[in-house]
């Protein structure tokens, strides 16, 4: 089953660039919406965009100016840039695969799986 | 953006109990609302999409439903394994917004 798992620095300075990457193994990225999300220790769920498998991009206007999601598909990997980093950005990153699926009365619907395990950024001198 | 609100934030209950939660859109979703699971330091994990379709391999105990704006999802009877956090998420439209949490703890 496909399986997705995140990378990058535990720890960035203020006002520095998080560099996420997320790898996805055991199946193609062919025809999926690939999502970020985080989540502030202790605090709920954000939405931070996500990438169709051809590059298409959608932000969260509440990151859209800081934000910048690309994909390599011969690599299996897709990514997130977050610049300008603050302590409020200070959050476990989640990928996520964005599934999706029209039914037989032609609604179309989708939901977050699998999701990768998560890693922990702070930001802090 | 569309908001969820979660009730109640937290609740205690004992194995064998029937317990609800109601998650509420701010504007009316129909149908497209999602549940999850998260266990502390895990990452979440769906229960049911669609309001009310159960996930492959998820207990028959958990039911979901509503539509509109209103909806719940429900465990028929609660197991040691279900004690966690529930997220409710609606994909109506984007961005996708998640309810705050629901925090179930063993009484």
């Known amino acids: 089953q496909v399986q997705l798992q995140e990378s990058g620095p535990g720890l960035v300075k203020p006002s520095e660039t998080l560099s996420l990457i997320c790898t996805v193994s055991?199946?193609?990225?062919?025809?999926?919406?690939w999502s970020w999300i985080r989540q502030p220790p202790g605090k709920g769920l954000e939405w931070i965009g996500h990438?169709?498998?051809?590059?298409?991009?959608h932000y969260n206007s509440s990151l859209r100016s800081r934000v910048t999601i690309s994909v390599d598909t011969s690599k299996n990997q897709f990514s997130l840039k977050l610049n300008s980093m603050t302590a409020g950005d200070t959050a476990v990153y989640y990928c996520?695969?964005?599934?999706?699926?029209?039914?037989?009365?032609?609604?179309?619907?989708?939901?977050?799986?699998?999701w990768g395990q998560g890693t922990l950024v702070t930001v802090s001198s | 953006d569309i908001q969820m609100t979660q009730s109640p934030s937290s609740l205690s209950a004992s194995v064998g109990d029937r317990v609800t939660i109601t998650c509420r859109a701010s504007?009316?979703?129909?149908?497209?609302l999602n549940w999850y699971q998260q266990k502390p330091e895990k990452a979440p994990k769906l229960l049911i999409y669609?309001?009310?379709t159960l996930q492959t391999g998820v207990p028959s105990r958990f039911s979901g439903g509503g539509s509109g704006t209103n909806f719940t999802l429900t465990i028929s009877s609660l197991q040691p394994e279900d004690f966690a956090t529930y997220y409710c998420?609606?994909?109506?439209?984007?961005?996708?917004?998640f309810g705050q949490g629901t925090e179930v703890e063993i009484k």
């Open positions: 998420q609606q994909s109506y439209n984007t961005p996708p917004t």
């Open positions: 669609a309001a009310s």
């Open positions: 055991g199946g193609s990225m062919s025809s999926y919406y």
């Open positions: 990438i169709y498998y051809s590059g298409t991009t």
């Open positions: 504007q009316s979703i129909t149908g497209y």
């Open positions: 996520a695969r964005r599934s999706d699926y029209y039914d037989s009365s032609g609604y179309y619907w989708n939901w977050f799986d699998p």
